[in-house]
């Protein structure tokens, strides 16, 4: 299927200012659809979910539909997806509330190839911490180790969907069916992931998926997807005097009602960027195959590219990835290069990226890490063409 980049780059005001945003991993500019949703929101008029007047209900409306658009955005159910701030708040609130189940001795498995989003929650449990290894020079996160990792004590396996910085897509179905067959739950950090191609929880076996729109075209709102029944299970800290139903319960204060207008647009915006007929759903997971397929073919020429330059030193090579290049360049910190790249009118981050515990792997995290140029649907040649111009 053709992707219709022209016209995909057309719904992005932000990018006629001439720059070449490869910054998408940290976070994606919005579309247009996305920019009046919100202020549409602000406009109509929004209060306070439970109220006895039309504004009130507009905000209801709101928050039901946001929730159907995250589920058909990850193969989840509506009733299942809980709405939050950012995936890290969230993922400590689930951490939190989970812990409450475990003893001495109980035991989480946690991966060196996670964002430190999909950590340090667990870490902070008190749970004792068996760690899957990363291969340094590859990239990748060797499914077999899993089998000795997960024991009788383990109660959840925590694992990305993609790694933010080598862009390494693991097997991740494969991880959940040994954490299953332990008994134990799983975690999936989606954030990376999401925008990428098409997701669908149930098969990756992800007991929780969390995402974060803002990586995906929409605003700073972040979601955590479950089975309700799986979260009828889960009791969180919560004022005595708010909703104790699912998802309610997990959802602390009151909601940025606007940005999650804002989310559903984002999803609407990601089924219509290749024409086609049939549910949201299913034009989400034709949509986003096609924007993957043309992610990989122009990362294909950024790979080549940096290769290609002798003072360039890229990390990992895995066989699954997303379009996402780490790299550094000889004689320049990480920062000075992104400096550089700046005054090329070329954005792109430089650091850990809360990679903490990757980069200390690689062994370049006290060596301010590295630089990061993630490519996404909105991304054409001339992104990548004026990055290797200037590294060269």
Known sequence: ???????????????????????????????????????????????????????????????????????????????????????????????????????????????????????????????TVRWAEVDPVTGELPVEQYAELIGPRTRLVAVTAASNVLGTRPDVAAICALAHEAGALTYVDGVHATAHGPVDMKALGADFYATSAYKWSGPHIGAVIADPALLETVRPDKLDSSSDEVPDRFEWGTAAFADLAGVTAAVDHLAAMVPGTGTRRERLLASMAAAEAHELELFGHLLAGLESIPHVTVYGKPARRTATAYFTVAGRTPREVAEELAAARVNVWNGHNYAWELTAALGIRDAGSAVRAGLVHYNDRSDVDRLLEALR
């Open 1 to 127: 299927m053709t992707f219709p980049l022209e016209s995909v780059r057309a719904a992005y005001p932000a990018l006629a200012d001439g720059y070449a945003y490869l910054d998408g991993a940290a976070g994606t500019q919005a579309p247009q659809p996305v920019i009046d949703a919100i202020a549409g929101a602000y406009r109509q008029g929004i209060g306070n979910v439970g109220g006895a007047f039309p504004a009130s209900h507009r905000s209801e409306a709101i928050v039901a539909g946001c929730r159907a658009a995250v589920a058909d955005l990850v193969g989840g159910h509506p009733d299942g997806v809980v709405l939050g701030p950012n995936m890290t708040t969230l993922t400590y609130r689930l951490a939190q509330a989970l812990a409450k189940q475990w003893g001495p001795g109980d035991e989480v498995v946690l991966s060196r190839l996670d964002h430190d989003a999909n950590v340090r929650p667990w870490v902070h449990t008190g749970a």
